[in-house]
């Protein structure tokens, strides 16, 4: 009932307008102060679990900050909507409202909830997994369990009561409402509103101060709704571009209109120096580490050296200390490091079996008498990795469910658990393979999971307490030392897998094939849980190439990525054994940089996530979307101005990408004849 005696006299359509504004504030500030009060509960929270990367009052204010433009940037839009709804009926439009209240901010919750264990943001990344993969990670991350689910519960508890009993009694007069409906109305015409959180160097502490929801539903909408940004070709300012980083570059000739990749094999050895050669050619184990990241990982680890074991084989091989992965989840890990692939639309794996016919190191060693496997902790089926192994010829896939018994799995948690761990892996690898070390040659990959959120492991307990005393043999200041132990589980499993690879190799340097092997270890990506020091570091992993076989060792300090290995690795056995290679391929990767100096001669996409696509890597710069990066030594980059070399950059990017979308929309990599050749 409307309570204002003033209006009673008015025009009835006024005074809807009247009391729809009225009953508008009490929503809007409701938002607010919901938006406030779980901005203040999520610091909390981070602070007791994890440590703030920043003073808790600075990191407050930049976050209200945050909270209120975003608030601000709604008001036109929902306060329109309100009112229009009110004419029609006020007691339909205040129900709605209420509802959606309560709609948005369990979503919310569960934004902040994300982020806070994993310490990423939720985006649009969401849509580019199955519902299969998607109820495998959220499952195995514990989001589902029981006390999760209880504060879940009574969170939704309390904003139901708030809306029943607070709301009612937030108002404002409708001239105070309008007021501020006009000034967000200014403010967002003028973009006021729009959101700018990169106040911190480091990103741990700008997606904090990031409002979950809007990231969210901005990157939904980016997914859906983004223009189709082609770059014209026939600009003639692109044209300039182009050219200037053509000369600059030395890419690739690509004049195959029908095949946007291919081109001329590029066939530079510079794998061969190193190794003694043999009268077979070797066999090659590749170990992908899950989240392995030079973050924690040798000597000059940002966060302290928690692998070492990998630091005293590193000193005795050819140690890349700049590797980037070439995606910062596991699903790009394989058509990178094995194919040299591009990504296609949500990854190369998810075009499924619309997967083109392509050339691989698989199907090419596989072609030159090589037998290939292919060993992982977890189910093969995940991210459609068996799909791709298959379509490139792979002899055997042993996953999960090939696992004989007498294995143990890594503890559920919540009911779920990602397969079996490290250990085992590599002691069902050493078993099964035990028959064929005299039948050569062979390409051996394993990829791990233990490493993988939830951090859950056998023998958890004691790493935990070795974690305690290895940590004070880093002799780390009082407050890195406090920081770090905030993640104790993650750097346990980190010691538990250094582990596990000091006991692989222990037990494979009893066989008789060892002395013909060289081994290959890599991460597919930096663990993200563990707070990320700068966008590139989602990126940034070790590459270290081992072997008894090696003639001289090297630390290198040159930028190369997984999809230069694939090329490197054909060429030594080109050079060294006659392997029969193809005269064209559909390599991304030029090969690899084993300059000791720091430098970068490459073009290196980065795909973030299936569906976030920003990042490029040319010279000694970093496109993340429209910022660009100054990168030094060691993978340090420093946020820059310069629009010309960010034109440049955006140039080449753009370019890739057109390719890259031609092969999503179903253009071939390689013809027909190369495939009957090389890889059937």
Same mark, same amino acid.
């Given at each position: 009932?409307?309570?204002?005696?003033?209006?009673?006299?008015?025009?009835?359509?006024?005074?809807?307008?009247?009391? #729809?504004?009225?009953?508008?504030?009490?929503?809007?500030?409701?938002?607010?102060?919901?938006?406030?009060?779980?901005?203040?509960?999520?610091?909390?929270?981070?602070?007791?679990?994890?440590?703030?990367?920043? #003073?808790?009052?600075?990191?407050?204010?930049?976050?209200?900050?945050?909270?209120?433009?975003?608030?601000?940037?709604?008001?036109?839009?929902?306060?329109?909507?309100?009112?229009?709804?009110?004419?029609?009926?006020?007691?339909?439009?205040? *129900?709605?409202?209420?509802?959606?209240?309560?709609?948005?901010?369990?979503?919310?919750?569960?934004?902040?909830?994300?982020?806070?264990?994993?310490?990423?943001?939720?985006?649009?990344?969401?849509?580019?997994?199955?519902?299969?993969?998607?109820?495998?990670?959220?499952?195995?991350?514990?989001?589902?369990?029981?006390?999760?689910?209880?504060?879940?519960?009574?969170?939704?508890?309390?904003?139901?009561?708030?809306?029943?009993?607070?709301?009612?009694?937030?108002?404002?007069?409708?001239?105070?409402?309008? #007021?501020?409906?006009?000034?967000?109305?200014?403010?967002?015409?003028?973009?006021?509103?729009?959101?700018?959180?990169?106040?911190?160097?480091?990103?741990?502490?700008?997606?904090?101060?990031?409002?979950?929801?809007?990231?969210?539903?901005?990157?939904?909408?980016?997914?859906?709704?983004?223009?189709?940004?082609?770059?014209?070709?026939?600009?003639?300012? %692109?044209?300039?571009?182009?050219?200037?980083?053509?000369?600059?570059?030395?890419?690739?000739?690509?004049?195959?209109?029908?095949?946007?990749?291919?081109?001329?094999?590029?066939?530079?050895?510079?794998?061969?120096?190193?190794?003694?050669?043999?009268?077979?050619?070797?066999?090659?184990?590749?170990?992908?580490?899950?989240?392995?990241?030079?973050?924690?990982?040798?000597?000059?680890?940002?966060?302290?050296?928690?692998?070492?074991?990998?630091?005293?084989?590193?000193?005795?091989?050819?140690?890349?200390?700049?590797?980037?992965?070439?995606?910062?989840?596991?699903?790009?890990?394989?058509?990178?490091?094995?194919?040299?692939?591009?990504?296609?639309?949500?990854?190369? &794996?998810?075009?499924?079996?619309?997967?083109?016919?392509?050339?691989?190191?698989?199907?090419?060693?596989?072609? =030159?008498? %090589?037998?290939?496997?292919?060993?992982?902790?977890?189910?093969?089926?995940?991210? =459609?990795?068996?799909?791709?192994?298959?379509?490139?010829?792979?002899?055997?896939?042993?996953?999960?469910?090939?696992?004989?018994?007498?294995?143990?799995?890594?503890?559920?948690?919540?009911?779920?658990?990602?397969?079996?761990?490290?250990?085992?892996?590599?002691?069902?690898?050493?078993?099964?393979?035990?028959?064929?070390?005299?039948?050569?040659?062979?390409?051996?990959?394993?990829?791990?999971?233990?490493?993988?959120?939830?951090?859950?492991?056998?023998?958890?307990?004691?790493?935990?307490?070795?974690?305690?005393?290895?940590?004070?043999? &880093?002799?780390?200041?009082?407050?890195?030392?406090?920081?770090?132990?905030?993640?104790?589980?993650?750097?346990?499993?980190?010691?538990?897998?250094?582990?596990?690879?000091?006991?692989?190799?222990?037990?494979?340097?009893?066989?008789?094939? %060892?002395?013909?092997?060289?081994?290959?270890?890599?991460?597919?990506?930096?663990?993200?849980?563990?707070?990320?020091?700068?966008?590139?570091?989602?990126?940034?992993?070790?590459?270290?190439?081992?072997?008894?076989?090696?003639?001289?060792?090297?630390?290198?300090?040159?930028?190369?990525?997984?999809?230069?290995?694939?090329?490197?690795?054909?060429?030594?056995?080109?050079?060294?054994? =006659?392997?029969?290679?193809?005269?064209?391929?559909?390599?991304?990767?030029?090969?690899?940089?084993?300059?000791?100096?720091?430098?970068?001669?490459?073009?290196?996409?980065?795909?973030?996530?299936?569906?976030?696509?920003?990042?490029? *890597?040319?010279?000694?710069?970093? &496109?993340? #979307?429209?910022?660009?990066?100054?990168?030094?030594?060691?993978?340090?980059?420093?946020?820059?101005?310069?629009?010309?070399?960010?034109?440049? &950059?955006?140039?080449?990017?753009?370019?890739?990408?057109?390719?890259?979308?031609?092969?999503?929309?179903?253009?071939?990599?390689?013809?027909?004849?190369?495939?009957?050749?090389?890889?059937?």
């Amino acid at each position: 009932m409307n309570d204002d005696p003033n209006l009673k006299a008015q025009n009835p359509f006024v005074v809807k307008l009247h009391t #729809g504004l009225r009953n508008f504030s009490g929503y809007a500030l409701f938002f607010l102060l919901s938006l406030f009060v779980f901005r203040l509960v999520e610091l909390i929270l981070v602070q007791v679990n994890l440590g703030l990367p920043h #003073g808790f009052w600075i990191l407050l204010f930049q976050a209200l900050k945050q909270d209120l433009l975003f608030w601000l940037s709604l008001l036109p839009a929902t306060g329109i909507l309100f009112l229009a709804l009110s004419l029609f009926s006020s007691r339909f439009a205040k *129900v709605l409202y209420a509802i959606l209240l309560i709609v948005f901010f369990a979503l919310h919750v569960l934004f902040i909830y994300y982020h806070k264990e994993s310490l990423l943001l939720l985006g649009s990344d969401v849509f580019g997994y199955s519902y299969d993969d998607v109820a495998q990670t959220v499952g195995a991350s514990g989001v589902l369990s029981l006390t999760s689910l209880a504060m879940f519960l009574i969170g939704l508890g309390l904003l139901v009561s708030g809306v029943i009993y607070v709301l009612p009694k937030l108002r404002l007069k409708w001239t105070y409402t309008t #007021g501020i409906l006009l000034l967000a109305f200014v403010l967002s015409l003028f973009r006021v509103t729009d959101s700018t959180t990169r106040v911190y160097s480091d990103d741990f502490g700008n997606n904090l101060v990031t409002n979950k929801s809007r990231h969210f539903y901005a990157a939904a909408l980016d997914y859906y709704f983004e223009e189709d940004v082609r770059p014209d070709i026939y600009a003639n300012n %692109y044209l300039a571009i182009l050219e200037r980083r053509l000369a600059q570059q030395n890419t690739f000739e690509y004049t195959y209109p029908e095949y946007p990749f291919l081109h001329a094999a590029d066939t530079t050895d510079v794998l061969s120096s190193f190794f003694k050669k043999k009268a077979s050619p070797p066999n090659l184990v590749f170990i992908v580490v899950e989240g392995l990241g030079r973050g924690f990982t040798n000597e000059g680890a940002i966060l302290g050296n928690f692998t070492p074991f990998l630091d005293s084989l590193s000193r005795q091989s050819l140690y890349f200390k700049n590797m980037l992965s070439n995606g910062g989840r596991t699903f790009a890990v394989l058509p990178s490091l094995l194919g040299s692939q591009p990504f296609a639309e949500n990854g190369f &794996l998810a075009l499924q079996d619309k997967m083109p016919a392509q050339l691989s190191l698989l199907n090419i060693l596989e072609k =030159n008498g %090589y037998t290939t496997r292919f060993y992982y902790g977890g189910n093969a089926s995940f991210d =459609n990795m068996d799909a791709y192994l298959k379509l490139n010829k792979i002899d055997r896939i042993a996953d999960e469910p090939s696992f004989p018994s007498g294995y143990s799995k890594l503890p559920e948690y919540a009911g779920y658990t990602w397969g079996y761990g490290d250990k085992e892996l590599y002691d069902y690898y050493l078993e099964s393979t035990v028959s064929d070390t005299t039948q050569a040659p062979r390409l051996d990959v394993l990829l791990t999971v233990t490493t993988h959120s939830p951090f859950r492991f056998n023998q958890q307990e004691a790493y935990l307490k070795r974690f305690d005393t290895y940590l004070e043999s &880093l002799n780390l200041k009082p407050e890195e030392s406090a920081q770090r132990k905030k993640f104790a589980d993650q750097f346990a499993t980190v010691l538990y897998a250094d582990d596990a690879l000091q006991r692989f190799f222990k037990e494979y340097q009893k066989r008789s094939d %060892y002395q013909n092997t060289i081994f290959f270890i890599t991460g597919d990506h930096r663990i993200p849980e563990i707070p990320l020091s700068t966008k590139i570091d989602r990126y940034h992993v070790p590459l270290i190439v081992y072997s008894p076989m090696l003639t001289r060792t090297k630390e290198v300090q040159a930028i190369s990525s997984h999809m230069d290995v694939a090329p490197s690795v054909l060429n030594y056995l080109n050079h060294s054994y =006659n392997l029969a290679l193809p005269k064209q391929n559909a390599f991304l990767g030029k090969g690899l940089d084993t300059v000791e100096s720091f430098r970068n001669t490459h073009q290196i996409p980065l795909m973030q996530t299936k569906t976030d696509f920003v990042d490029f *890597v040319m010279g000694n710069y970093h &496109l993340n #979307g429209d910022q660009l990066f100054q990168i030094y030594p060691n993978l340090y980059e420093e946020l820059i101005t310069d629009e010309i070399k960010k034109d440049e &950059l955006k140039a080449a990017f753009n370019a890739f990408k057109r390719r890259n979308r031609e092969i999503a929309e179903g253009q071939k990599l390689v013809p027909d004849s190369l495939v009957l050749k090389y890889a059937q």
